[in-house]
């Protein structure tokens, strides 16, 4: 399914429904949180044109003009399914207003992966402006993410808290040496294109 059988008003309930984006709670230094979580992103079925609307519409506003920050969840995102592309991205990164770019002081990455690492440190600054790469701080455990938000307003999904113990066990999960997908058959080594691994696969 995608984002042309669906309705407009039915992306936007999509979207509302799944709960990725949530204003709530906030950070040490008592700062709105903007919380998204990746998994829930539902890529295939939704324009960007509805999610810059949507965030126009029901995000912004509940952040008004104070300084927020940001907790994006990566845990479990695959490019197939929840990723909407880096031309999406940039677009509804452009979209969003200078006084919010403004308002957003750090941006909390949490359970990165190694691509994602690879790909933004390869391309992070030429595709967010404004001093946004700069406000990218890696979470690689919810442990580390207490030390910057207060941990009581934050509503973390349980499958989050699953990945992290496994990480805790399997920490070459981290660092790409050991896959959490494992596969019964490995396919043919080929030569890839660095350049074409990145764009295809993104921040998966």
């Not at 399914?1 to 709960?19: A, G, I, P």
Request: aromatic share 10%; net charge neutral; proline share 6%.
């Amino acid at each position: 399914m995608n984002s042309c059988t669906l309705s407009e008003s039915d992306q936007e309930h999509l979207l509302e429904k799944l709960d990725v984006f949530k204003v709530k709670g906030r950070d040490k230094r008592g700062r709105q949180v903007l919380l998204i979580i990746g998994k829930h992103f539902p890529a295939r079925m939704v324009s960007s044109e509805i999610i810059k609307k949507y965030l126009e519409d029901k995000v912004y506003p509940k952040l008004g003009a104070k300084p927020f920050s940001v907790v994006y969840v990566h845990t479990d995102v695959q490019r197939s399914e929840n990723f909407p592309g880096i031309s999406a991205l940039r677009s509804i990164y452009d979209a969003i207003p200078t006084k919010v770019k403004d308002n957003l002081e750090a941006v909390y990455f949490l359970h990165p992966g190694l691509q994602a690492r690879l790909f933004l440190a390869t391309f992070g600054r030429l595709f967010f402006s404004g001093g946004l790469y700069a406000k990218l701080k890696y979470v690689s455990r919810l442990e580390f993410l207490w030390d910057h938000v207060r941990r009581m307003e934050m509503e973390i999904p349980e499958f989050v808290h699953d990945h992290d113990e496994e990480l805790e066990h399997r920490p070459a999960m981290d660092y790409g040496l050991e896959s959490d997908h494992p596969r019964i058959y490995s396919a043919p080594s080929v030569p890839v294109d660095p350049i074409s691994m990145y764009s295809m696969r993104c921040i998966a």
